[in-house]
T-cell receptor, first 110, second 112 residues
Framework: GENVEQHPSTLSVQEGDSAVIKCTYS??????FPWYKQELGKRPQLIID?????GEKKDQRIAVTLNKTAKHFSLHITETQPEDSAVYFC?????????FGTGTSLTVIP | DGGITQSPKYLFRKEGQNVTLSCEQN?????MYWYRQDPGQGLRLIYY???????QKGDIAEGYSVSREKKESFPLTVTSAQKNPTAFYLC???????????FGSGTRLTVV
């Protein structure tokens, strides 16, 4: 299956700073790149996604950038707030096969 | 709960027992999935189904079984062969292609 890695595994930032999480994958056929946010004890929720024909997508404070040549995509959160504290998972997709990264625990310090 | 319902929320199992976790969706999604999540870890795929009456093993299918008799339903049975079943189980569904997941709220299974 797909080899998916996320970096860093943990990240602490001061409130108001930016956070960046990187996801690398191995399958060059991957064509859909979502990010999920999971708060403690809750279900993962899709927060942003990007298709293979787009390099960047932004939704308010959240953005995703894609580099298909290098096989990585990144989640960018600007002006972080305490409620952004959660675990974030990437899930590069080939057809209907989703492969989750191991997760990045983000802590936003007030 | 966002169109996909898991029950029960908490489940306790005695050793040697089989238990079944329910997952129902009304999103008209073709594909459904079961994931297991252990504390502080990522999601691992148990089984998935892309159409009714068909399903495939994921990465950790041993000790589990599923059925897909209806599009809306994808129950997971944790059998006595699963040696370490205590975990958080998440059901998800997606449009057959190019769709993000919608997750259920999860079932926390504990062996007592």
């Amino acid at each position: 299956g797909e080899n998916v890695e996320q970096h860093p595994s943990t990240l602490s930032v001061q409130e108001g700073d930016s956070a960046v999480i990187k996801c690398t994958y191995s399958d060059s056929a991957s064509n859909y790149f979502p990010w999920y946010k999971q708060e403690l004890g809750k279900r993962p929720q899709l927060i942003i996604d990007i298709r293979s024909n787009v390099g960047e997508k932004k939704d308010q404070r959240i953005a995703v950038t894609l580099n298909k040549t290098a096989k990585h995509f990144s989640l960018h959160i600007t002006e972080t707030q305490p409620e952004d504290s959660a675990v974030y998972f990437c899930a590069p997709t080939t057809g209907n096969q989703f492969y989750f990264g191991t997760g990045t625990s983000l802590t936003v310090i007030p | 709960d966002g169109g996909i319902t898991q029950s029960p929320k908490y489940l306790f199992r005695k050793e040697g027992q089989n238990v079944t976790l329910s997952c129902e969706q009304n999103l008209n999604h073709d594909a459904m999935y079961w994931y297991r999540q252990d504390p502080g870890q990522g999601l691992r795929l148990i089984y998935y189904s892309q159409i009714v009456n068909d399903f495939q093993k994921g990465d950790i299918a041993e000790g589990y079984s599923v059925s897909r008799e209806k599009k809306e339903s994808f129950p997971l049975t944790v059998t006595s062969a699963q040696k370490n079943p205590t975990a958080f189980y998440l059901c998800a569904s997606s449009i057959a292609a190019y769709g993000g997941y919608t997750f259920g709220s999860g079932t926390r299974l504990t062996v007592v």
